[in-house]
Structures are given as structure tokens and as C-alpha cells.
């Protein structure tokens, strides 16, 4: 157990080196002189220089990599060229407002998905079992920002039962967050229902086929305890791995999502940094982003890891 | 045979070889006409692509000319799907947006073969120091949101649709690294492999002609199924105004268009993001099916 908890801790710091070479080198691959961004089209000759100085750039570019590494790890991430604030300041405000989003899509999506998945996997080759496949089917064709669009069209221009889009904190009137948050919760959930869906469904059929749930069934107990005591707590530990790894789509749906329901999260943020060149913010962003989804995921492992000891075991003599 | 006269025996013999690969082709479409959701799917990517080709015979007015008497009209006989904010025939646009929608998805999924499976070959074939830095890297690589970076990667490019493509393409790499090393990694220990190893073949023998027609089934089910998530992601980046520039006609450009006329002209947001759905869920029905008849075992 503690071998295979230190191998997928190395492997999570090895991948988060890497990570941080790429953003660097990304960053660095801009067509352009990073001065000049940083100081406008209009800065003399000095005032470059001056900024170069004072940023380092004129630095070997290991040295400026160890230099951003190293403050990255203290947390300081630079600041913004629009608002000079401290990137990781503008992430910290923003990123619960995210949080809350995909927060509600994952419960939207584990709502609909596990009872369904299960369901379809019981009641398998019937009519209920294809009308969940094809509404998995439909959630994973489905571009989610036209749904968004349909959505609001529907329920908002026509209906007048949500509003359309924007954002209250859920301090400030915890209604009227809840109100605008259905929508975009649904949004950013449907994709992860229709993925979850077909990934419970699927597990659930393995497990209902083992051994151990025919000697359930045989020793006389009820389909219901059977259902519920044995085949959902194993049927469902491949559910959790999928969900850590749609965690990246999720932060990538927000991204759609938060620009059509003028929601001020993290996704807009992004967007927002890219349009302005805000070049420091986008490096930040980005990094934060991946190194989270690595974090989560070397969560999720371990997590699995406890729940299913044949994992453990393998993880132990060293095979992939 | 030949119809007038008794058979030569040349031909009798030449028969079965000749009928084999027809009656193998048979076959398979009886298998496939045993699912007709993917038949259909199959049917509606084709129809696509004809769209896409025929594009300017097809779309018979011309998708960039304004008109400013035409503006936000709603379906009429003359423009089927109405007219969007700056009097573009919505038809002719969803048309010719088939063809960059179809060349984003396809080409982004081609670079991502290009550069994943011979990277995959080789991490899985040599395995070792070179496997454990391909799959580092990809590991790395797979940490970043496609999305996020997608739109990283656009930023450092420049928005425009072949970058976009080139963009996507590059997010879907690691999934074909990834794939081809696992796939080679199995097939690598098969009886035949070893054969042609025991033989004298060279690696790049064994590479071309022995491991990679065995696992090349599963890479175009795979090319199949991740089409449509290259065609969704062209849109979401022409839609955030990171992918095709106006006034190209792209259905995610349209569909950003249509937002801010919602409630004056709901037509202009419901054709673009209904020729999406379509197109992927035909690809994915397309894949399904694609999967179940070329591996009847994984099924």
C-alpha cells in the first residue's frame, strides 16, 4: 500500500515538472517580445529595457524557468498585465464562484446518471434500457453551449421561469443563486450524466454477472438486497475513477458554460485573459488548471486504491 | 461464370477466390444491417459529406452576401432556415459550415494519428527509459483540459481555423499515444510477432507489418468516436471567437451570432446547433456499430 501510495506520488510530481516546462516553454512560444506586451505598443526603447531588467528576461532561460518555478511553488504566479493584481489573487476570488458551478453538475449528473445506469443495467434489453442508451448517447453528441442556448430560449425567453443568465453570491441572496445557477448547472452537467450514465450501466452488468451475485441470489436472498448490499458498492467504484477523470472536461465545459450564463467564474476568466493577451494570467490559469486535475486525480487514485484492495496488491509488486 | 455456354474449368476454380472478399463484404453488411441505428448513423455522415463537397451547388445563395432588406426574416420558402442578423441566407451558411465543421473534425483526428501512433509504436515496441518519458509527457499533456488547451495552444498560435485544427489536433494526441502503446504492448506478445521476430524482421518490419495492421481496427473505431469531439470543440472555439473568423460560415461563429437575438430571432440559433448534434451523434452512432463489427468480442 505505502509503495504504491509513493510511486503515485512521484509519478504526480514528475508529471507536475513536466506540466510547468510545458506552460513555460507555451508561454515563451508567443510570437513576440514578452516586454513589449507587457508594456504596451507605445514604450521607448528605455522603458523596454527597464522592464526587462526588471523581470529578468534578459536571463538564460533556465534561469528564468527556476526563477518562475520557484515562485510558482511560494505561490506567487506574477500579476496581471491588465489589472495588476496578483494572479493568484484573481484566481482565488474567482474559483469559488466555479466551484459552486461544478459542484452542482456533479450532483446533477450523479442524481441522474447513477439511478438510471443502474436501472438500465437491471432492466437490460428492455425499452427502458434503450431510452437511457440513447439519451446517454444524445448527452455525449450534444454540444453543451447550444443546450445552454436552447435552454435559456426555452425557459428564460419563453417560459420566463428562470433568468437568462448572470450571477448573485450566494451570501448576498442565496435564492436568487440557486435560481441562476439551474441552468448552467444542467449544462455543465450533461455531458458528465451522459458519460457516468454508460459507465455505471456498463459496470453494473459486469458486476451483476459475478460469481458472488449468483451465490447471493441462490442463497435466497431478495433482488433488492442483492442490488443494493452487494452488486452498488462494487458496481459503482469505477464510477468514481471515470468521475476524477472527467473533472478535466468539467473545468473545460465551465469555460463554455460561464460565457453563456455570464457567470463570473474561472472558465471566463480564461477567456477573458486570452482576448486581452494577458499573458501572465493565462500562464497562471492554465497552470493552476492542470496541476488541480493532477491533484484530483492523484486523489481519486488513492481513494480507490482504499476502496479496492485488488488494486492495491498490484500497485505493491510494481506492474503498471 | 460465364452466362452463355458450360463453365470452363478454369473458371470453376477461379470462382471461390474471386467470391471471397464479395462474400466477405456480404457478411458484413449483414452484420451491420443488423444494427440500424448505425446504418443510419452512417447514412447521415455520408449526407454530410456530400453537403460538404457539394457545398456550392448545394447552398445556392451566396453565404456571405448581406442584404439589408433581409434582415432576421424568419423561415420563408426562399430561405428555409431564415435569414440571421445581417441578412445571410442561415440555409447557405449552415451548408457551407458543414465543409469546415467536417475538415476541422477530420483533419484535427488525422494530425492526432499522425503524431500518436507512431509515438505510441514506439513507447510500447522499445518499452524502457523511451517508454517511461513518452508516457511522462503524456501524462503531462493529458493534465490540460482539452479544452483549456486548445485555447491555450490558440493563443500562442493565433485564432484561425487551421489553427484551431491544428490545436484540437494536438489535444487529441495523447489519447492515440496512449491507445497504440497499450494495443502494441498486447499484441507485441502474440505467437505471430514473435514468429516474424524468430524469422530475422527487423523492428520496423514488425512495427509496419505486423503489429500495426492488427491494431489498426481499433485506432479508426477510435478515430470514429473522437470525430465528433473534434467537430464540437472546432465549434466551441469559433464560438468563443478563438476558432473560424467572421464571416466565414462556421456553425459555432453562427451560433454566437444567435445569442444575442434570442428573443427577435430564435430561428437564426436552432439549424447551426442542430447540424452539430446530428453530425456527432451519427458519428458516434457510426462508431458504435463500427466497433461492434470489427470487434465482435469487445462487445
Same mark, same amino acid.
Given at each position: 500500500?505505502?509503495?504504491?501510495? *509513493?510511486?503515485?506520488?512521484?509519478?504526480?510530481?514528475?508529471?507536475? &515538472?513536466?506540466?510547468?516546462?510545458?506552460?513555460?516553454?507555451?508561454?515563451?512560444?508567443?510570437?513576440?517580445? =514578452?516586454?513589449?506586451?507587457?508594456?504596451?505598443?507605445?514604450?521607448?526603447?528605455?522603458?523596454?529595457?527597464?522592464?526587462?531588467?526588471?523581470?529578468?528576461?534578459?536571463? =538564460?532561460?533556465?534561469?528564468?524557468?527556476?526563477?518562475?518555478?520557484?515562485?510558482?511553488?511560494?505561490?506567487?504566479?506574477?500579476?496581471?498585465?491588465?489589472?495588476?493584481?496578483?494572479? *493568484?489573487?484573481?484566481?482565488?476570488?474567482?474559483?469559488?464562484?466555479?466551484? $459552486?458551478?461544478?459542484?452542482?453538475?456533479?450532483?446533477?449528473?450523479?442524481?441522474?446518471?447513477?439511478?438510471?445506469?443502474?436501472?438500465?443495467?437491471?432492466?437490460? !434489453?428492455?425499452?427502458?434500457?434503450?431510452?437511457? !442508451?440513447?439519451?446517454?448517447?444524445?448527452?455525449?453528441?450534444?454540444?453543451?453551449?447550444?443546450?445552454?442556448?436552447?435552454?435559456?430560449?426555452?425557459?428564460?425567453?419563453?417560459? @420566463?421561469?428562470?433568468?437568462?443568465?448572470?450571477?448573485?453570491?450566494?451570501?448576498? @441572496?442565496?435564492?436568487?443563486?440557486? $435560481?441562476?445557477?439551474?441552468?448552467?448547472?444542467?449544462?455543465?452537467?450533461?455531458?458528465?450524466?451522459? &458519460?457516468?450514465?454508460?459507465?455505471?450501466?456498463?459496470?453494473?452488468? $459486469?458486476?451483476m454477472s459475478a460469481d458472488y451475485i449468483r451465490t447471493a441470489y441462490s442463497k435466497?436472498l431478495?433482488?433488492?438486497?442483492v442490488?443494493?448490499?452487494h452488486a452498488?458498492?462494487?458496481?459503482?467504484?469505477?464510477?468514481?475513477?471515470?468521475?476524477?477523470?472527467?473533472?478535466?472536461?468539467?473545468?473545460?465545459?465551465?469555460?463554455?458554460? $460561464?460565457?453563456?450564463?455570464?457567470?463570473?467564474?474561472?472558465?471566463?476568466?480564461?477567456?477573458?485573459?486570452?482576448?486581452?493577451?494577458?499573458?501572465?494570467?493565462?500562464?497562471?490559469?492554465?497552470?493552476?488548471?492542470?496541476?488541480?486535475?493532477?491533484?484530483?486525480?492523484?486523489? *481519486?487514485?488513492?481513494?480507490?486504491?482504499?476502496?479496492? =484492495?485488488?488494486?492495491?496488491?498490484?500497485?505493491?509488486?510494481?506492474?503498471? | 461464370?460465364?452466362?452463355?455456354?458450360?463453365?470452363?474449368?478454369?473458371?470453376?476454380?477461379?470462382?471461390?477466390?474471386?467470391?471471397?472478399?464479395?462474400?466477405?463484404?456480404?457478411?458484413? /453488411?449483414?452484420?451491420?444491417?443488423?444494427?440500424?441505428?448505425?446504418?443510419? #448513423?452512417?447514412?447521415?455522415?455520408?449526407?454530410?459529406?456530400?453537403?460538404?463537397?457539394?457545398?456550392?451547388?448545394?447552398?445556392?445563395?451566396?453565404?456571405?452576401?448581406?442584404?439589408?432588406?433581409?434582415?432576421?426574416?424568419?423561415?420563408?420558402?426562399?430561405?428555409?432556415?431564415?435569414?440571421?442578423?445581417?441578412?445571410?441566407?442561415?440555409?447557405?451558411?449552415?451548408? /457551407?459550415?458543414?465543409?469546415?465543421?467536417?475538415?476541422?473534425?477530420?483533419?484535427?483526428?488525422?494530425?492526432?494519428?499522425?503524431?500518436?501512433?507512431?509515438?505510441?509504436?514506439?513507447?510500447?515496441?522499445?518499452? #524502457?527509459?523511451?517508454?517511461?518519458?513518452?508516457?511522462?509527457?503524456?501524462?503531462?499533456?493529458?493534465?490540460?483540459?482539452?479544452?483549456?488547451?486548445?485555447?491555450?495552444?490558440?493563443?500562442?498560435?493565433?485564432?484561425?481555423?487551421?489553427?484551431?485544427?491544428?490545436?484540437?489536433?494536438?489535444?487529441?494526441?495523447?489519447?492515440?499515444?496512449?491507445?497504440?502503446?497499450?494495443?502494441?504492448?498486447?499484441?507485441?506478445?502474440?505467437?505471430?510477432?514473435?514468429?516474424?521476430?524468430?524469422?530475422?524482421? #527487423?523492428?520496423?518490419?514488425?512495427?509496419?507489418?505486423?503489429?500495426?495492421?492488427?491494431?489498426?481496427?481499433?485506432?479508426?473505431?477510435?478515430?470514429?468516436?473522437?470525430?465528433?469531439?473534434?467537430?464540437?470543440?472546432?465549434?466551441?472555439?469559433?464560438?468563443?471567437?478563438?476558432?473560424?473568423?467572421?464571416?466565414?460560415?462556421?456553425?459555432?461563429?453562427?451560433?454566437?451570432?444567435?445569442?444575442?437575438?434570442?428573443?427577435?430571432?430564435?430561428?437564426?440559433?436552432?439549424?447551426?446547433?442542430?447540424?452539430?448534434?446530428?453530425?456527432?451523434?451519427?458519428?458516434?452512432?457510426? #462508431?458504435?456499430?463500427?466497433?461492434?463489427?470489427?470487434?465482435?468480442?469487445?462487445?
Amino acid at each position: 500500500m505505502l509503495d504504491f501510495l *509513493v510511486r503515485r506520488v512521484i509519478i504526480s510530481i514528475v508529471t507536475l &515538472v513536466v506540466i510547468s516546462l510545458i506552460v513555460f516553454t507555451g508561454v515563451r512560444l508567443i510570437p513576440g517580445d =514578452p516586454a513589449r506586451v507587457m508594456a504596451g505598443t507605445d514604450a521607448d526603447p528605455a522603458g523596454l529595457e527597464e522592464i526587462r531588467q526588471k523581470y529578468g528576461l534578459n536571463d =538564460p532561460i533556465v534561469v528564468q524557468y527556476l526563477r518562475w518555478v520557484g515562485l510558482a511553488v511560494r505561490g506567487d504566479l506574477g500579476e496581471s498585465i491588465r489589472t495588476r493584481e496578483s494572479v *493568484v489573487w484573481t484566481v482565488a476570488r474567482k474559483l469559488p464562484i466555479t466551484m $459552486e458551478l461544478a459542484g452542482f453538475a456533479v450532483l446533477v449528473a450523479l442524481a441522474i446518471a447513477i439511478p438510471a445506469g443502474v436501472f438500465s443495467a437491471v432492466r437490460r !434489453n428492455t425499452v427502458w434500457d434503450l431510452l437511457v !442508451n440513447a439519451v446517454s448517447l444524445c448527452g455525449i453528441s450534444i454540444p453543451s453551449f447550444w443546450l445552454g442556448i436552447m435552454l435559456i430560449l426555452l425557459l428564460a425567453v419563453r417560459l @420566463h421561469w428562470l433568468p437568462a443568465s448572470g450571477f448573485v453570491p450566494f451570501w448576498q @441572496h442565496p435564492l436568487s443563486n440557486l $435560481e441562476r445557477m439551474v441552468m448552467p448547472a444542467f449544462v455543465l452537467g450533461a455531458g458528465l450524466t451522459a &458519460v457516468l450514465m454508460r459507465q455505471t450501466r456498463n459496470s453494473m452488468i $459486469e458486476v451483476m454477472s459475478a460469481d458472488y451475485i449468483r451465490t447471493a441470489y441462490s442463497k435466497g436472498l431478495a433482488g433488492r438486497v442483492v442490488l443494493f448490499r452487494h452488486a452498488i458498492r462494487n458496481g459503482l467504484i469505477p464510477v468514481v475513477t471515470i468521475l476524477g477523470l472527467q473533472m478535466g472536461a468539467l473545468m473545460g465545459g465551465a469555460v463554455v458554460t $460561464e460565457q453563456i450564463f455570464v457567470v463570473p467564474g474561472f472558465g471566463r476568466l480564461i477567456v477573458e485573459a486570452v482576448f486581452t493577451r494577458d499573458y501572465p494570467l493565462v500562464q497562471g490559469v492554465v497552470l493552476i488548471t492542470a496541476s488541480s486535475y493532477v491533484l484530483i486525480n492523484l486523489l *481519486v487514485d488513492v481513494s480507490y486504491s482504499l476502496l479496492n =484492495p485488488r488494486i492495491r496488491i498490484r500497485g505493491a509488486t510494481g506492474e503498471p | 461464370m460465364s452466362p452463355d455456354g458450360p463453365a470452363s474449368a478454369a473458371e470453376v476454380f477461379a470462382e471461390p477466390v474471386t467470391a471471397s472478399p464479395s462474400t466477405g463484404l456480404r457478411r458484413g /453488411w449483414r452484420r451491420a444491417l443488423r444494427r440500424p441505428p448505425a446504418v443510419a #448513423g452512417a447514412v447521415v455522415v455520408l449526407v454530410f459529406s456530400a453537403l460538404a463537397i457539394g457545398a456550392p451547388w448545394i447552398a445556392i445563395a451566396e453565404p456571405l452576401k448581406t442584404d439589408w432588406s433581409l434582415i432576421r426574416k424568419p423561415p420563408t420558402w426562399a430561405h428555409p432556415f431564415g435569414t440571421d442578423d445581417l441578412g445571410r441566407d442561415s440555409f447557405s451558411r449552415v451548408v /457551407w459550415g458543414t465543409r469546415i465543421s467536417m475538415q476541422a473534425g477530420v483533419f484535427a483526428i488525422l494530425l492526432a494519428i499522425a503524431i500518436g501512433v507512431p509515438i505510441g509504436l514506439v513507447a510500447g515496441y522499445y518499452r #524502457g527509459a523511451v517508454d517511461q518519458v513518452i508516457m511522462r509527457l503524456t501524462d503531462a499533456w493529458l493534465s490540460f483540459p482539452f479544452l483549456i488547451l486548445a485555447i491555450g495552444l490558440v493563443t500562442i498560435l493565433g485564432p484561425s481555423l487551421t489553427n484551431a485544427t491544428v490545436a484540437i489536433g494536438l489535444g487529441a494526441t495523447p489519447t492515440y499515444i496512449r491507445l497504440t502503446r497499450g494495443l502494441v504492448l498486447s499484441t507485441k506478445e502474440e505467437d505471430f510477432v514473435q514468429g516474424a521476430r524468430a524469422l530475422g524482421a #527487423g523492428d520496423l518490419r514488425v512495427m509496419g507489418r505486423h503489429i500495426l495492421p492488427n491494431i489498426w481496427s481499433a485506432l479508426v473505431v477510435q478515430a470514429t468516436v473522437s470525430i465528433p469531439g473534434a467537430i464540437i470543440a472546432e465549434a466551441i472555439l469559433s464560438f468563443l471567437g478563438l476558432g473560424v473568423q467572421p464571416p466565414s460560415p462556421s456553425w459555432g461563429t453562427m451560433l454566437n451570432a444567435a445569442q444575442q437575438f434570442l428573443e427577435t430571432a430564435p430561428w437564426m440559433a436552432w439549424w447551426p446547433g442542430l447540424a452539430i448534434f446530428c453530425l456527432a451523434l451519427s458519428f458516434n452512432l457510426a #462508431g458504435d456499430g463500427l466497433r461492434d463489427l470489427l470487434d465482435p468480442r469487445d462487445y
